[in-house]
């Protein structure tokens, strides 16, 4: 198969994320459909979690199996220094945005009385977190997907077309599902994003896909795709954190409980493909 036609698919694996995303232009008013479609994205990304730790830990298992105890050291210190970094960075970032809203600023050159910024609260305040960490998401599942990307130009370049095609068909299915992943947050806080914000989420999250495919084609670095894979696990904790926080302010246990095991599920169903692919 060419590699523009590999390149293609590879694009289109990535860009089923919009499927999802219209769903952050519904509004859902009601307390219990919020705290139901926050819970069902935590769910959906405590999957991908799973998903990829485990393909970022399985070359350090596969070395480990060999008795190649140096590789096992190299793989796993690289998973767990992107794996930190891909959470405090975000961690830190985090604080430093609150510290510039809360930063007093002055009127203009020289003025001895400074007026504090304007930080929004209440309504204005929740949408502007919800827009925050739906961002958040897409960069995470962003850096997943390059990850997947470089497995299926790498299976590509090795002459595995079925294997790459299953791929294409596996991804594209579980990337319509982290769409609504994405825009969750938006929805549960009544914000009806902008058909401009949505296509830049869905690149954001979609494209590197696209990226991925092509560098795949050209290089099989494995430690690149641990670390890329490792930074998007620590990307994807980060907002479960912070969307485990908001559904404990709910004070729904059990509509939350129902709605994370139904992300989980979702998850799975979507994997079926790619297990079958033997991966």
Same mark, same amino acid.
């Given at each position: 198969?060419?590699?523009?036609?590999?390149?293609?698919?590879?694009?289109?694996?990535?860009?089923?994320?919009?499927?999802?995303?219209?769903?952050?232009?519904?509004?859902?008013?009601?307390?219990?459909?919020?705290?139901?479609?926050?819970?069902?994205?935590?769910?959906?990304?405590?999957?991908?979690?799973?998903?990829?730790?485990?393909?970022?830990?399985?070359?350090?298992?596969?070395?480990?199996?060999?008795?190649?105890?140096?590789?096992?050291?190299?793989?796993?210190?690289?998973?767990?220094?992107?794996?930190?970094?891909?959470?405090?960075?975000?961690?830190?970032?985090?604080?430093?945005?609150?510290?510039?809203?809360?930063?007093?600023?002055?009127?203009?050159?020289?003025?001895?009385?400074?007026?504090?910024?304007?930080?929004?609260?209440?309504?204005?305040?929740?949408?502007?977190?919800?827009?925050?960490?739906? &961002?958040?998401?897409?960069? %995470?599942? =962003?850096? +997943? !997907?390059?990850?997947? #990307?470089?497995? *299926?130009? /790498?299976?590509? @370049? $090795?002459?595995?077309?079925?294997?790459? &095609?299953?791929?294409?068909? %596996?991804? =594209?299915? +579980? !990337?319509?599902?982290? #769409?609504?992943? *994405?825009? /969750?947050?938006? @929805? $549960?806080?009544?914000?009806?994003?902008?058909?401009?914000?949505?296509?830049?989420? =869905?690149?954001?999250?979609?494209g590197p896909t696209f990226v991925g495919t092509l560098l795949g084609m050209q290089m099989t670095a494995p430690l690149l795709g641990i670390a890329f894979l490792a930074?998007?696990?620590?990307?994807?904790?980060?907002?479960?954190?912070?969307?485990?926080?908001?559904?404990?302010?709910?004070?729904?246990?059990?509509?939350?409980?129902?709605?994370?095991?139904?992300?989980?599920?979702?998850?799975?169903?979507?994997?079926?493909?790619?297990?079958?692919?033997?991966?």
């Amino acid at each position: 198969m060419p590699a523009s036609q590999i390149a293609i698919l590879g694009a289109v694996a990535g860009l089923t994320i919009f499927l999802g995303l219209p769903l952050g232009r519904v509004r859902a008013a009601m307390p219990r459909v919020k705290a139901f479609l926050n819970a069902f994205a935590i769910g959906i990304l405590i999957f991908l979690l799973w998903d990829v730790l485990t393909n970022a830990w399985q070359p350090a298992a596969s070395a480990l199996g060999r008795h190649q105890f140096a590789t096992a050291f190299t793989d796993g210190g690289v998973m767990v220094v992107c794996l930190g970094a891909g959470l405090s960075g975000l961690v830190v970032f985090d604080r430093w945005m609150k510290a510039r809203a809360a930063r007093m600023r002055p009127e203009g050159p020289g003025a001895a009385t400074p007026r504090p910024a304007v930080i929004p609260s209440g309504p204005d305040a929740a949408r502007a977190r919800a827009a925050g960490l739906s &961002l958040l998401i897409a960069a %995470g599942i =962003g850096m +997943h !997907n390059f990850g997947e #990307g470089l497995a *299926i130009g /790498a299976s590509a @370049a $090795a002459g595995r077309l079925s294997l790459a &095609l299953l791929l294409v068909i %596996g991804f =594209g299915a +579980h !990337n319509a599902t982290e #769409g609504f992943g *994405i825009v /969750a947050p938006l @929805a $549960a806080a009544g914000e009806r994003a902008p058909w401009r914000r949505l296509a830049l989420l =869905g690149l954001i999250a979609g494209g590197p896909t696209f990226v991925g495919t092509l560098l795949g084609m050209q290089m099989t670095a494995p430690l690149l795709g641990i670390a890329f894979l490792a930074l998007a696990a620590g990307s994807i904790l980060y907002v479960v954190i912070e969307l485990l926080a908001v559904a404990r302010a709910t004070k729904l246990k059990e509509l939350v409980a129902w709605g994370i095991l139904l992300g989980l599920v979702l998850g799975f169903v979507t994997d079926a493909i790619i297990s079958a692919a033997g991966t």
